[in-house]
């Protein structure tokens, strides 16, 4: 499979300030990937570098085998969706949509050609004629969304396009581009900060932190084996349960509880007597007769509830810390109860105390 988009050892520094390390990255033609992280880990920043917006310190960007390193933004065969909408108030969105190709020089039935193709994708037909002042938020993204389709360009790079949006919107439209990518099947590169927009949009997620890639894989791989404690913890809602304790042999021991692990998957041997850190994620924790077969189970009080409609989030008091576990929507679950849970080894994630890799 040809590669659309290559980063190679790309570092940016402002001063003294490394933002960028040494980063590798090889995204396939036709790839949905998403660039993941918490506030200032360095992925908007890379998208900018992909984008031209941004001049690299070392390294370098291929786009369609193309060294574009230093090439300009109009240069690079791009399309961009910014997290605002930035659209001209006084144009149609007819206007905001040609508005580019027009002082591109592109031949006017052309333009009408692809304004009318990107409008029937996006749904949009029946707005074309209205100002931006007249249209809902959802309905502004999906102008500021067809403005970079219009171009006709191989990649498409999204900086947080929905987080402006409520709640409802933001799940219709990641539904919407999701379906997008399916019927264009072109690169796009996406960048958020809401790990179930990269679960559910991504054929690839690349979590960053400080600057530096920390796993790099499909979704399913990274729910399933977190390559460390910082993927484990942010992957997952709600997060995972984590406990420090020990490992000898294939017992681990915390206060409050010992559990079996000789039914887990290593991937790295561990030292014959370890501190470690023990995960199990809120939905792998079975209650009531389910824990009665299960690796470990035991006893805790109930400290909260809160019923989700197809789920509940139970919140218990264990081990002497506050662990999280999801349930069935009509549980009957109450605070102050005795709750019976259970969880077993192969559903469980060790990583090593002291280097955080998983084990």
Not at 165 to 186: C, F, G, I
Request: hydrophobic share 40%; glycine share 8%.
């Amino acid at each position: 499979m040809t590669n659309s988009v290559e980063i190679k050892d790309l570092d940016l520094s402002f001063g003294a300030v490394q933002v960028l390390k040494q980063l590798n990255i090889d995204i396939a033609e036709g790839e949905f990937l998403v660039l993941l992280g918490s506030s200032g880990c360095g992925k908007s920043t890379l998208l900018n570098c992909i984008a031209g917006l941004l001049e690299v310190t070392d390294g370098q960007v291929f786009i369609k085998g193309q060294n574009v390193t230093w090439a300009e933004p109009s240069e690079r065969g791009i399309g961009m969706v910014f997290q605002s909408y930035a659209l001209y108030p006084q144009m149609t969105v007819r206007g905001n949509l040609s508005f580019g190709l027009k002082n591109a020089k592109v031949p006017k039935d052309e333009i009408q050609k692809r304004v009318a193709r990107v409008a029937e994708v996006l749904q949009i037909e029946p707005l074309l004629d209205r100002k931006p002042g007249a249209l809902s938020g959802g309905q502004r993204q999906r102008v500021a969304i067809g403005r970079a389709l219009v171009r006709d360009v191989d990649v498409f790079l999204f900086d947080e396009p929905l987080s402006n949006l409520d709640a409802k919107l933001r799940t219709d439209l990641r539904v919407e581009l999701k379906r997008l990518h399916k019927k264009l099947k072109n690169t796009m590169i996406y960048v958020t900060h809401d790990q179930v927009e990269a679960m559910t949009l991504a054929d690839r997620i690349s979590i960053m932190k400080d600057g530096m890639i920390q796993q790099l894989d499909a979704p399913e791989v990274i729910y399933a084996k977190p390559c460390n404690k910082y993927v484990a913890d942010f992957i997952g809602s709600p997060a995972m349960n984590l406990f420090e304790g020990h490992l000898s042999g294939n017992t681990f021991t915390c206060d409050g509880f010992t559990v079996d692990v000789s039914g887990y998957e290593f991937g790295s041997q561990p030292r014959r007597d370890s501190a470690v850190w023990l995960g199990i994620r809120p939905e792998h924790i079975v209650t009531g007769d389910a824990a009665a077969s299960a690796t470990f189970n035991g006893s805790a009080e109930i400290d909260i509830v809160e019923p989700m409609g197809s789920d509940t989030l139970v919140w218990i008091d264990f081990a002497g810390q506050s662990v999280r576990v999801r349930t069935e929507g009509q549980s009957g679950l109450r605070s102050g109860e005795a709750l019976t849970i259970g969880f077993d080894a192969s559903r469980l994630h060790l990583f090593d105390m002291k280097t955080e890799i998983r084990l």
